[in-house]
């Protein structure tokens, strides 16, 4: 898949910010990284701003999201086209990291799902969302 392609595939957006941007703008992300065994299948690829993927680096998806809240949710809302199989791993990933509710229960709402967009919607369900700081009446 050529990038403007897999940009005009996922409308000009970052998966990550969820910015539209012109196509000088962005670039195109390896949800697994080449480095680590990821290929360029159209699965694996998504459009990514310059500046989002500047900020996840050579790093797993899941480290990243892990860390960004915002991040992750706008991911697993936009990246409707990446494989099942990568955001299954990425799934599990994060409920061994804690940075969803239910862990268990979302690994297994997850097994055996085939669609992307059935596993991204699991995922967004166990989603933790962090209180915001002084909302619990320090």
Known sequence: MNRSALFARDGYRCVYCGEVQDEEHLSVDH????????DGSQGNLVTACRGCNTRKAGRSLADFLAE???????????ARYVWPRHLRS???ELARRGAVASPAELVE??????????IADVVQIHDRVAPEKGSEGE
């Open 109 to 118: 709402g997850v097994r055996g799902l085939r669609s992307s967009e059935a």
């Open 68 to 78: 960004e809240p915002e991040t992750r949710r706008n991911f697993f809302t936009l």
């Open 90 to 92: 990425v799934a599990e």
């Open 31 to 38: 949800v697994q990284p080449r480095m680590r065994g990821g």
